[in-house]
């Protein structure tokens, strides 16, 4: 059974500062890892994916996360935040049945 | 990527009645999946379903209080009965797709969700 660990429900940043959401899973086989956004009012968005292959992986509106097989880690990073990513951002994970688990979330707050 | 509507957005409903909740996927998808999100929380899967047959539901979960229908490859509905003020949450409807031939895994993608509100 696959789980996962968001660290943090709540993480605030000053705009232009780096953004860093922290994600460890718990999985018995290799686990296919992803960040989704939720943006008020909205459904999720998927905004990156590691299932195989480069470790680094990159999706949307200029984030990041990188699969640390050692660390049992996927953490979500930007270099500059932008007021535009305020949103709540769950990571999730699964495994060969496809079945998908999500964090608990965390919410991002992005300060003028 | 698949395109998910919901019907509807949100409701308001008094204790005591059912609303059923409509999922429409632009695609034929084999596995389609229900979930609560409660205000503030993450997310919560109710129940697969899969067309023709019976949906699978989750520990916690009842068909019973959460009847699933599923007739076609590209409609399901939820319906919420007997509602208390404790079943007022968001209510998402998502999709299994593999994003293209040849790939081992499936995404999942996101209705916009139903937002309701138990008095």
């Known amino acids: 059974a696959q789980s996962v660990t968001q660290l943090g429900s709540h993480v605030s940043v000053s705009e232009g500062a780096l953004v860093l959401l922290r994600c460890n899973y718990s999985?018995?086989?290799?686990?296919?890892l992803f960040w989704y956004v939720q943006y008020p009012n909205q459904g999720l968005q998927l905004l990156l994916k590691?299932?195989?292959?480069?470790?680094l992986v990159k999706g949307i509106n200029g984030f990041e996360a990188e699969f640390k097989k050692s660390e049992t880690s996927f953490h979500l990073t930007k270099p500059s935040a932008h007021m535009s990513d305020a949103a709540e951002y769950f990571c999730?994970?699964?495994?060969?049945?496809?079945?998908?688990?999500f964090g608990a979330g965390t919410r991002l707050t992005v300060k003028p | 990527s698949a395109v998910i509507s919901q019907k509807p957005s949100r409701d308001i409903c008094q204790r005591g009645t059912s609303l059923t909740i409509q999922c429409q996927v632009d695609?034929?998808?084999?596995?389609m999946f229900w979930y609560r999100q409660q205000p503030g929380q993450s997310l919560t899967l109710i129940a697969t379903?899969?067309?023709?047959?019976?949906?699978?539901?989750e520990s916690g979960f009842v068909i019973d209080k959460f009847p699933i229908s599923r007739p076609n490859l590209t409609f399901s509905t939820l319906t919420v009965s007997n509602m208390s003020p404790e079943d007022s949450s968001i209510y998402l409807c998502?999709?299994?797709?593999?994003?293209?031939?040849?790939?081992?895994?499936?995404?999942?993608?996101f209705g916009p969700g139903t937002r309701l509100t138990v008095l």
């Open positions: 998502s999709v299994e797709d593999r994003p293209w031939t040849g790939e081992t895994y499936n995404e999942q993608f």
């Open positions: 999985s018995s086989v290799p686990p296919y």
């Open positions: 590691y299932t195989t292959g480069a470790t």
């Open positions: 999730a994970v699964s495994g060969v049945n496809n079945d998908m688990r």
């Open positions: 695609s034929q998808v084999t596995m």
């Open positions: 379903a899969n067309q023709g047959s019976e949906a699978t539901y």
